[in-house]
């Protein structure tokens, strides 16, 4: 009972741990890959490598006088960060590391809770941060805030849509909800039969964290910002939080759902054994994320932003067709080759 | 359908570039700590050489005060009365600030005891410092001396 109690609880401290260990040092990445795209530097002061950067950032939003806008709902406008951060803490408790490892005799798997509805909970997670973007546009009594948010909202919702589209092709071949279960199945990583569902995954992710060329809520070079104008100092450091956290997130879903979690370390356990093979596979899990990671800067730094009507046609004329077609795909095969 | 897989092509040769950009050396150069060399006749603030004593080249003739359009180099004298000919300098300055590196003073100077150093980092939040005083003029072509040796 006391070891499940302590599992339980080192498990949930990593899951806590993770998307708030490694934001500060991803924004430094990403500023610092971006440097280097666009053949400058990139923050070099703080610290070693400037690695320190973003701790001194932190430091000085929270050092910001706590501002709130004449007229503002106060309720709704310090409910809406926390609306838009807490989920996207509490999806880290199904995301897997790994699958399970044994040590000193117990076997421990690599993910906070296996969750038999896992996908299903994490799209519907992703869903309640649009009701914090809604609400921060209201509350904040600002015209521009309200069009940020509305502009912001239609975008998430119809890019939601396609994120659990192109989710429905892996369950159907992996015959589960269950995230652990759908690494463990992945013989061959799912993104090599199922190409176009990766795509429209890989889409709309961008589009759901709102990232380069998806980034319409924010448009840091025209606009000053969407929904969160109204917001400064340490509130604002929760929506900023909240977006790298829901990248991470999206990381390790494309990395465990598309790529296979630790593919292919599980074929090497008969030659090097249990441990290192496992070892292995988090090295691996964790090196796509990060490549994947690299790829959302990569793109950041390559493509200009999408129009709004260009964003809203590609969404609903192309990624929909294609997530049908990736349905359809999935069944077929499950049908024939996995069946 | 408004969309041609086409298109996906000129993206992929923008990430190519944006990559092969990733790859290479940033231009910055990061002054204070790095310093872009200089061409051999850059002309900076003026300094004032030394005689082979150590002292400074200048007689107090008084040229180049005059040649100055901006009026940054004041001179004082004595007369010498063990050498009545000759004059003593008792204070040569030249605001740095006000100079505008026009390099007359250097050509009006019939003892070529000026020359146009590379010197160029001169930022303070004083002005005051600025006014250069001849030992930190004899300063500027010793180190100048010094720097042109260690980059040859």
């Known amino acids: 009972m006391t070891e499940l109690v302590i599992t339980v609880i080192i498990k949930s ?6 998307p708030l260990m490694i934001v500060p040092p991803l924004i430094w990445a990403e500023r610092r890959v971006l440097g280097r795209i666009q053949s400058r530097v990139g923050p070099n002061r703080v610290g070693p490598f400037g690695l320190f950067q973003t701790l001194a950032d932190a430091i000085k939003l929270m050092g910001k006088e706590d501002m709130r806008p004449d007229g503002a709902d106060r309720v709704l406008f310090v409910l809406a960060p926390f609306l838009l951060l807490v989920p996207s803490f509490m999806a880290w408790s199904v995301v897997p590391l790994g699958t ?5 005799g117990r076997t421990i798997g690599l993910y906070p809770t296996d969750l038999n509805v896992g996908v299903l909970y994490i799209v519907a997670l992703t869903s309640v941060a649009v009701y914090g973007i809604v609400m921060a546009g209201w509350a904040s009594n600002s ?3 309200l069009l940020g948010s509305l502009r912001s909202s239609a975008q998430m919702i119809s890019y939601e849509i396609m994120l659990g589209l192109a989710l429905v092709g892996v369950v159907v071949l992996a015959g589960s909800l269950s995230l652990p279960e759908i690494v463990r199945q992945q013989q061959v990583p799912y993104a090599i039969p199922l190409i176009i569902g990766a795509f429209v995954f890989v889409c709309a992710a961008l589009a759901e964290t709102n990232r380069a060329p998806f980034d319409l809520p924010e448009a840091e070079t025209e606009l000053v910002s969407g929904y969160h104008v109204e917001y400064s100092g ?5 929506f900023f939080l909240s977006e790298y956290a829901n990248m991470v997130l999206a990381s390790f879903l494309v990395a465990a759902v598309f790529l296979g979690g630790g593919w292919p370390a599980q074929f090497l356990e008969p030659y090097i054994g249990h441990l290192p093979a496992a070892l292995l596979a988090l090295v691996f899990m964790v090196g796509k994320v990060f490549l994947f990671l690299f790829f959302y800067f990569w793109l950041r730094a390559t493509l200009p932003r999408f ?3 260009q964003m809203m046609n590609f969404c609903w004329k192309v990624l929909l067709p294609l997530g049908l077609l990736n349905l359809a795909v999935a069944t077929v095969l499950k049908l024939t080759v996995y069946a | 359908m408004s969309f041609r897989f086409g ?3 000129p993206i992929a040769r923008g990430l190519s570039v944006t990559l092969r950009e990733f790859f290479r050396r940033p231009v910055t150069i990061r002054y204070p700590e790095e310093k872009r060399p200089l061409s051999a006749i850059y002309r900076g603030a003026v300094g004032m050489r030394r005689r082979p004593d150590g002292r400074p080249k200048c007689v107090g003739c008084g040229l180049c005060e005059t040649a100055c359009p901006n009026e940054c180099i004041t001179i004082t004298t004595e007369s010498n009365p063990a050498q009545p000919t000759d004059k003593v300098v008792t204070s040569y300055t ?9 390099s007359l003073c250097v050509e009006a100077c019939p003892v070529e005891a000026l020359e146009m150093t590379n ?5 303070t939040d004083d002005r005051s410092t600025l006014i250069y005083d001849v030992d930190r003029l004899m300063d500027l072509v010793d180190k100048q001396g010094k720097e042109a040796a260690t980059l040859e």
Do not use: P, Q, T
């Open chain 1, 100 to 104: 399970e490892v044994e040590i000193f």
């Open chain 1, 143 to 145: 015209k521009y805030a």
């Open chain 2, 7 to 9: 298109s996906l092509v």
């Open chain 2, 119 to 123: 010197a160029y980092d001169f930022a």
């Open chain 1, 307 to 309: 129009r709004y009507d």
């Open chain 2, 94 to 102: 030249l605001d740095v600030g006000r100079c505008l590196f026009c």
């Open chain 1, 13 to 18: 401290g990593i899951a806590f741990a993770i």
């Open chain 1, 234 to 238: 340490w509130r604002f450091s929760f």
